[in-house]
């Protein structure tokens, strides 16, 4: 088990270096931890609270130090993460502020798109059919629409 979350961590730390500088990331892990400290006490799962901690911290951080187009490519990243880790909740959070973030914006496309499409991976993990099969073909209406068949 410690070796899963020692490479969750180093996925992490590869996304966060994709975007932050050295003394950012240094940062980050300071008032983390800090912020972790105060509820270890918890008799909810560590690992699991962990996480949800960590992405939530993470958004909150990105949406002050980046700029509106890296803060939508850090989310796809991080989305990408959290569902790799099976952590469906944080996912689809995720993936809904994507959406609220470049529904409107036309050069977004294909980023709206695929966060539809992820919507319906993480729908078809939970066995929830009708709401998968929804947001696939959500994306699917964008993908037409912006020619991209890839």
Same mark, same amino acid.
């Given at each position: 088990?410690?070796?899963?979350?020692?490479?969750?961590?180093m996925l992490l730390r590869n996304i966060l270096e994709s975007y932050f500088s050295e003394s950012d990331?240094?940062?980050?892990?300071?008032?983390?931890?800090?912020?972790?400290?105060?509820?270890?006490?918890?008799?909810?799962?560590?690992? @699991?609270?962990?996480?949800? @901690?960590?992405?939530?911290?993470?958004?909150?951080?990105?949406?002050?130090?980046?700029?509106?187009?890296?803060?939508?490519?850090?989310?796809?990243?991080?989305?990408?993460?959290?569902?790799?880790?099976?952590?469906?909740?944080?996912?689809?959070?995720?993936?809904?502020?994507?959406?609220?973030?470049?529904?409107?914006?036309?050069?977004?496309?294909?980023?709206?798109?695929?966060?539809? @499409?992820?919507?319906?991976?993480?729908?078809?993990?939970?066995?929830?059919?009708?709401?998968?099969?929804?947001?696939?073909?959500?994306?699917?209406?964008?993908?037409?629409?912006?020619?991209?068949?890839?």
């Amino acid at each position: 088990m410690e070796t899963i979350h020692k490479s969750r961590g180093m996925l992490l730390r590869n996304i966060l270096e994709s975007y932050f500088s050295e003394s950012d990331i240094s940062s980050i892990s300071e008032k983390f931890l800090k912020r972790t400290a105060l509820i270890n006490d918890s008799e909810l799962d560590q690992n @699991l609270l962990d996480l949800r @901690l960590q992405v939530d911290f993470l958004m909150t951080y990105a949406h002050t130090r980046l700029d509106p187009t890296s803060y939508i490519r850090f989310l796809v990243h991080l989305g990408e993460f959290t569902i790799s880790a099976g952590e469906f909740t944080s996912s689809i959070e995720i993936f809904e502020r994507i959406l609220q973030c470049s529904r409107r914006e036309r050069s977004l496309n294909d980023i709206t798109a695929n966060a539809y @499409l992820s919507l319906g991976n993480i729908y078809s993990r939970q066995a929830k059919w009708e709401m998968s099969l929804a947001y696939i073909k959500k994306a699917n209406l964008i993908f037409k629409r912006i020619k991209d068949f890839s």
